[in-house]
């Protein structure tokens, strides 16, 4: 079946460092790929996504990239802020019926001023 | 605009006692619906998703259940609540090919 895998962390960063989550993922076809990030106590919302190869999506400093090639969707972002602290999961959207998602396990980031 | 309300927030319930979650969503029509739940420091377990009124689709076996009695209404529930329960529930929706939104979540606590 399809599967996402994801670096598992914690990540800790120090504000203002580069970030890069890893996400590589195993699907039939050509799945539309997402991030979503999770703040404490909250539902997920939706970061990014892309919906073909090649594509970059981006949103609020972050990007990532669709790379049919490796099968990834990494996770970027210049210069970490302390509001990033959160959980990140990637994710892909099946084809089909019910077109379900499927989530990797989620990457703790805790950014220290 | 489309928004999806969960309730309620927070519950605190003993084992052996019933459950019922409501997640409703606003402003879309005919959306699928799905059920997670969130261990404490794990990731997402898809428990059930909806593709249409009375229209359940399981992914694990489990001693919960779900029903959609109306085309934006999805309950989950359980006849008896297992300390394995305790969890965060998330209801989430998307049209038909499109982006998956998620509710704020009820945290449920088995004692």
């Known amino acids: 079946g399809n599967s996402v895998t994801q670096m598992e962390g914690p990540v800790t960063l120090s504000e203002e460092a580069f970030l890069t989550i890893n996400c590589t993922y195993t699907a039939t076809g050509y799945p539309s790929l997402f991030w979503y990030v999770q703040y404490p106590g909250e539902g997920l919302q939706l970061l990014l996504k892309a919906t073909k190869a090649d594509d970059k999506g981006s949103n609020k400093g972050f990007e990532a990239t669709y790379r049919k090639e490796t099968t990834s969707f990494h996770l970027e972002k210049g210069s970490v802020q302390v509001s990033d602290s959160a959980v990140y999961f990637c994710a892909l959207r099946e084809e089909g019926y019910g077109q379900n998602f499927v989530f990797g396990p989620g990457t703790r980031l805790s950014v220290l001023p | ?111």
């Open chain 2, 1 to 111: 605009s489309q928004t999806i309300h969960q309730w309620p927030a927070t519950l605190v319930q003993p084992v052996g006692s019933p459950l019922s979650l409501e997640c409703t969503v606003e402003g879309t029509s005919n959306p699928n619906l799905y059920w997670y739940r969130q261990a404490a420091g794990r990731g997402l377990q898809l428990l059930f998703y909806s593709v249409g009124i009375g229209q359940i689709s399981s992914e694990v076996p489990q001693n919960l259940s779900a029903s959609r009695p109306q085309d934006r209404q999805f309950i989950l529930s359980s006849k008896k609540l297992l300390l394995s329960d305790s969890g965060f529930y998330l209801c989430a929706w998307s049209s038909r090919g499109k982006t998956q939104y998620f509710g704020p979540g009820t945290r449920l606590l088995v004692l």
